[in-house]
């Protein structure tokens, strides 16, 4: 494992135990170059999964980017991380249940969607604004107006 601070890769694992999901393994390393502590996490990961983008290119699969989306429409929300690493991993097993290689981002971007539908509506509609790439106040407006006939919305993507 490559250093985050000094780059070396010599680094030691000083603690390993299971994430608060159960889904992964929690590794605290030391760097034995700067003595820098950092963590890591491992994952099962099913299938390789690929990002067909609306041009057609096509990437590999990014939790992390996934994940950021997240903290990005949640920035300065009151919504416990538990919850958002819940749904992360919920949204990636449905992906990989779907028994396809390649996901568009399309679907990807729906079961964020969702998926902050169901924790945050200040998050959701920061999302839906860039994904959706409103223009004009009316845009918010609608999107306001469709939140407030909902209700309430379950947990359906956490696990």
């Known amino acids: 494992m490559r250093c985050p601070y000094c780059g070396s890769n010599e680094t030691q694992v000083k603690d390993s135990r299971p994430s608060e999901d159960g889904a992964a393994i929690r590794r605290r390393r030391a760097c034995l170059d700067c003595a820098g502590r950092f963590t890591t996490f491992e994952r099962i990961q099913m299938r390789e999964l690929s990002v067909v983008k609306s041009s057609g290119r096509r990437v590999p699969f990014d939790r992390d980017k996934l994940m950021r989306s997240f903290q990005i429409a949640l920035r300065k929300r009151q919504v416990e991380p538990d919850r958002v690493e ?10 990989e249940a779907m028994g396809e290689n390649d996901v568009t981002s399309k679907t990807i971007g729906t079961l964020v969607m969702e998926g902050l539908r169901t924790l945050d509506d200040v998050a959701y509609v920061r999302y839906a604004s860039v994904y959706k790439n409103f223009r004009e106040a009316k845009d918010f407006e609608a999107l306001l107006g469709e939140l407030s006939g909902d209700g309430e919305h379950p947990d359906a993507l956490e696990e």
């Not at 819940?86 to 992906?95: Q, Y």
Request: glycine content about 10%; aromatic content about 0%.
């Open 86 to 95: 819940r749904m992360v991993s919920g949204i990636v097993r449905r992906l």
